[in-house]
Nanobody, 115 residues
Framework: VQLQASGGGSVQPGGSQRLSCVAS????????IGWYRRPPEKERELVAF???????SYIDSVKGRFTISRDNAKNTVYLEMNNLQPEDTGNYFC??????????WGQGTQVTVSS
């Protein structure tokens, strides 16, 4: 399975974006799908993840602003981002781990928040 992220771009502070992570195969049995980001000159961090049963988790800095969701019928995981701030700038990419033991990383999409 391959992952492809899209939906990034430039936005002003306070704006919104929706990222999509589309898998080339079924994600129905994928236990973990996470959105990561790498801010400029910083380490990669896990922003949010969603598991097979729909359970979600977020880092504190995005709670209340970001929402992760999955649509198994479309093999897609979304990251809805609202009230974006400059510190949200970074390269965003998705990662999946399946119960079968495989895992894969997708290519990133750049999100730039500036006025």
């Amino acid at each position: 399975v391959q992952l492809q992220a899209s939906g990034g771009g430039s936005v002003q502070p306070g704006g919104s974006q929706r990222l999509s992570c589309v898998a080339s195969g079924s994600i129905e049995d994928v236990n973990f799908i996470g959105w990561y980001r790498r801010p400029p000159e910083k380490e990669r961090e896990l922003v949010a993840f969603i598991n097979k049963d729909g359970g979600r988790s977020y880092i504190d800095s995005v709670k209340g602003r970001f929402t992760i969701s999955r649509d198994n019928a479309k093999n897609t995981v979304y990251l809805e981002m609202n009230n974006l701030q400059p510190e949200d700038t970074g390269n965003y990419f998705c990662h999946a781990r399946a119960l079968a033991g495989w895992s894969t990383w997708g290519q990133g999409t750049q999100v730039t928040v500036s006025s």
